[in-house]
C-alpha cells in the first residue's frame, strides 16, 4: 500500500515562496507513475499543479509554470513543490498524489492547508 504524507509550512507570507515536501512510502518515485501536487483554493475545484515523472522529467500546469518547481530526493523518496511570488489567491489545501493516467489517481496524501497572508 503507497502512502503519502505531506509537510511543510501552513503559513507563509506574500511574496514568499511556498515549500512543501511530499514523503512516499511503500512505493518508489523512480520505478513508475507520475507523482503530482494539487491544490484546492476554498469553495473552488482541484486544480492540478504539476508532476514529476519516474524518470525525472518534469510537467507544470501553464498557468503556474512560471512560479512552480518540482524536484526529488531519491534518497528520501520524497518530493517536493515550490511556488515562488506567493499571494492570497494561493491559499489552499495541497495535496501530493501518485498519478496512473490522464486524470487518474490512485493514492492521495490528507492533504495540507497552506494559508497566504501577511
Known amino acids: 500500500q503507497v502512502q503519502l504524507q505531506e509537510s511543510g509550512p501552513g503559513l507563509v507570507k506574500p511574496s514568499q515562496t511556498l515549500s512543501l515536501t511530499c514523503t512516499v512510502s511503500?512505493?518508489?518515485?523512480?520505478?513508475?507513475?507520475?507523482w503530482v501536487w494539487i491544490r484546492q483554493p476554498p469553495g473552488k475545484g482541484l486544480e492540478w499543479m504539476g508532476a514529476?515523472?519516474?524518470?525525472?522529467?518534469?510537467y507544470y500546469s501553464p498557468s503556474l509554470k512560471s512560479r512552480t518547481s518540482i524536484s526529488r530526493d531519491t534518497s528520501k523518496n520524497q518530493f517536493t513543490l515550490q511556488l515562488s511570488s506567493v499571494t492570497p489567491e494561493d491559499t489552499a489545501v495541497y495535496y501530493c498524489?501518485?498519478?496512473?493516467?490522464?486524470?487518474?489517481?490512485?493514492?492521495w496524501g490528507q492533504g495540507t492547508q497552506v494559508t497566504v497572508s501577511s
Open positions: 514529476i515523472a519516474y524518470n525525472g522529467i518534469t
Open positions: 511503500g512505493g518508489s518515485t523512480t520505478t513508475t507513475y507520475f
Open positions: 498524489a501518485r498519478q496512473t493516467g490522464w486524470g487518474t489517481y490512485d493514492f
